[in-house]
């Protein structure tokens, strides 16, 4: 599980889209890390200056400072890497375009999605430079299509990466099930949860490495908050944990609710177990029927309709969303018809989806079970290990945090 095994298979990906699109070039040019893309192409950011030429033959040049030319060289993934400085990339970009023949050259530029438009106005001036504007204007078209399917779309590197990361994600909510207990607070939890990503090489999918994820004692509120240190664990409580972890660049994005016995319980009472229930069933309805070619409100509509009979107010959310290098990782969302991305997005084989209709009301109980898939040819196979029913944490305390 390599990223430059992921590299390779999407700048393999990306000729053969230059060739099916007749587009003949394709330039990466970023500094200080400020093309998303460039990441998810080549497996690392660039923080100095560099340009990756991308050929339809599936040629790689890149363009780089020269501290950091080895390193690229290593990586075995170009026919050229040029150490340049700065001032010299005009000339050499120029010397590059003149030995092809151009006449459409995708540019990572487009008003309408942040993660396709990482090439600022000031590299695109040095590129006019190099070519002269009229030129670029002649030759210039967006790669904002092509970058949506290669980060939407998996290779078999980066499924074999996030089912890794789904499965250290369920092991860390399996110590936590053990070892939780009346008593703590919310951040507590969440600060459990961070040693134990920290002892497995994750680190946080959302904000900074160290960030607690989303613990939510239902009784104190189901917003998008973070954990309390003075929201304590009680007898006859109900938990959601939403919770993202990153592992080799990539995220998974995976919800569990649990109920806290009280010392005289066997198991939790009926109107919690029949809201986990309806969350858990309008899960397993959507699983049933996803599929490539679907749109995305058509999902939603499943999930949404699902938690709607089983006589739960209407979910204020989407019923799923992509997952990959971000926790929300855009493309096309399982959203209401309303959504432009629910409506005109097409689900395509081997993208990755978090699906998560969910229980939320006022008063208790609400519910979000939350799991990841990835798309078949014919439907979906599962990669985190399912809730089924409600999490009955057993009546415990004074075991320390």
Known sequence: MNRLDVAREKIERAGEMLRENQIDAWVFYTRNGQDPSFALMFGRSAEQETLVLLTAQGDATVLCAGADAPAYRETGLYRQVLATEPA?????????????????????????????????????????????????????????????????????SEIAIMEECSRITCDIYDEVFRTIHVGMSESQ??????????????????????????????????SHRRPNPNNI????????????????????????????????????????RRAVDAAVRAVGAVLEMIRPGLKGYEVDAVGRQSILDSGYPNIPHSVGHQV???????????????????????????????????VLQSPLPSAIVEDNVVLTDTGCRIISRRQTEIIEIPYREGMGA
């Open 189 to 222: 939890v969440g600060e459990l949860m961070v040693r134990e990503m920290f002892k497995r090489g994750c680190t946080s999918g959302i904000g900074a490495p160290d960030d607690l994820p989303l613990v939510l004692l239902v009784r104190c509120g189901m």
């Open 88 to 156: 010299e990339f005009p000339a050499a970009f120029r010397r590059l375009y003149e030995g092809l023949a151009i006449n459409r050259l995708a540019l990572n530029q487009t008003p309408d999605d942040s993660r396709c438009d990482g090439l600022s106005v000031g590299l695109y001036q040095k590129l006019c430079l190099a070519v002269g504007e009229k030129e670029m204007q002649r030759v210039g078209t967006s790669s904002q299509a092509m970058l949506e399917e290669l980060r939407a779309v998996k290779t078999p």
């Open 324 to 358: 990959g290098l971000e926790c929300h990782d855009g493309g096309t969302v399982l959203g209401q018809h309303r959504d432009r991305k629910a409506m005109c997005g097409v689900l395509r084989k081997n993208e990755i989806y978090a699906i998560e209709p969910t």
């Open 233 to 272: 664990i009680q007898p006859g409580d109900m938990m959601v944990i939403d919770f993202s972890a990153r592992y080799n660049g990539y995220t998974s994005d995976i919800a569990r609710t649990m109920y806290f016995l009280k010392p005289d319980e066997a198991h939790a009472p009926e109107d919690v």
